[in-house]
């Protein structure tokens, strides 16, 4: 039987600042907007007031598990959302490809090396140091994660990612416990082999003879430590799937243990539409379904407004009208700002909006900042989202008797 559904759409870092207007105010929009009028609006502070918040967090907590009890670290998420298995007490960080010559980075991304000719680098790079069982996957592009299996480690570890170019870093116990000395310690001498390893391999000599960057050093970022937490079902009661391309979206929904349909960009194009039928489809047998679409937060980050307006438009038309089919509520909001003068996240309210019959509708008739902090659902915080869904869908514990 079809159950009464909600679907999230999570326009990644849709939120800005006036620049005369705003891209949601300049878009032309007007799916999103008919569900504004006809729905309740508000805005919506993922983290609370003037936080920052970065995407990890912020989706947890708009799901309902506080960042401050729930966050492993941004490496587990990374690692769940390519696939990875991990154990509890397993360290996961998040990885790059990289070009080093003469003990310099001289490329972060390799040259931005393809997800084709990064995969088969990944042979060589699981390995044991000591008592530690190193565990490495490609993922896309220049990026990938990997796994440090072993007694007595820690994520209290500095990056040895440089985060530009330049000298390269060795990473450094993070607190005075014997076990981030020793995860620093493999850390190092993980850098060491990976240096070796890829320098000896075949697929970078090629590289090196067709004038490529060689792909010659693993960069790793992101200490985190997994364990595992309750799930969405157990605290909720409800049925929830995850319809994503990033793999943090992924990770996170996985963490939680929703069910993930991971849709990844085809030729680096986001596929919008296919996550909206997916989406919609997938309302048809779970109470929540949430779909995360990335392009505005890289506009946003890029100070690109053009194609921030031109996303919005892109997701009113090739998204709206497929979930809006589905007869699910609709809630529409993001996981944060990310203004294209400043380039960043940043800590103001983005915009919300519920389309649903068991809710109430306001006198707010189009989606964007100025116009929904009219809207009747005032300010709310990430963590109202839960509390409102789980009353839309009838499934709200009495408080009291
Ligand atoms: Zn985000
Ligand atoms: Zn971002």
Redesign the pocket.
Known sequence: MKPNSVILLII??VGDLPTPKTALQAAKKPNMDKLAAEGITGMFSPLGRGIV???DT?HLQIFGYEPEVFYPGRGPLEALGIGMELKPGDIAFRTNFGTAKDNKLVDRRAGRIQTEEAQPLQKYLSTKIDDVEIIFRASVDHRGAVIFRGPGLSRHVSDTDPHETGELVKAIPLDNTPEAEKTAKILNKYMEFSMNALGNAEENKLREKNKKLPANILLLRGAGEYREVPSFIERFSIEAACVAGGALYCGVSKYIGMDVFRLPKKNNVEIIREKAVAAAKAAEKYELVFLHVKGC?NCGHDGDFKGKKEMIEKIDKEVIPFIKKSGASIIIT???S?PVSWKA?SGHEVPILIWSKEERYDKVKKFDELNCMNGGLGHINGCDIMPLILNILKKAEKYGS
């Open positions: 990644d870092g918040p970065g995407s912020s937060d993001g996981d944060h990310t996240h």
